[in-house]
């Protein structure tokens, strides 16, 4: 089996970075952690948590379907997130309630990290989709 990289269109990603990866005629698309830029790579929410959820969850949506899935396919979400507390969970809990089916949501993981790449980036999201069969 081949590898595939995903890469949505007109989206700026740094040299040697793939968005998401799957092999041809694999069931799994694994999608690269989400941070709270916007396609043009600038940061959206400066230092408002719930803000910076949501934008991740809209780059996931956006390389989901860059690879021929959806939140409905989702079956593991993993969090990384700055100074994590109980608000913080519901936060982003309640940011994915916005974008996951109730039914059948994802197994996941949170995992409290002291910084991420960029002081201003507050949380990263990855996701493991299983892609639908042809």
Known sequence: MQRQYIQPAGW????????????????????????????SGAIVGLGDFEAQAAQ???????????????????????YFIVGISKERMLAVRAVRDRYLPES????????????????????EIEAIAELPKP
């Open 56 to 78: 991740c969850f809209e780059n996931l949506r956006t390389v989901l379907a860059a690879g021929g899935a959806s939140f409905s396919d989702v079956i593991k979400l993993t």
């Open 12 to 39: 700026q990603t740094p040299p040697g970075y793939s968005q998401a990866v799957t092999t041809t005629g694999g069931p799994l698309l694994v999608v690269s952690g989400q941070v709270p830029f916007d396609p």
């Open 104 to 123: 059948g949501r994802p197994a996941s993981s949170a995992i409290g990290v002291a910084g991420l790449f960029s002081d201003e980036v507050l949380i």
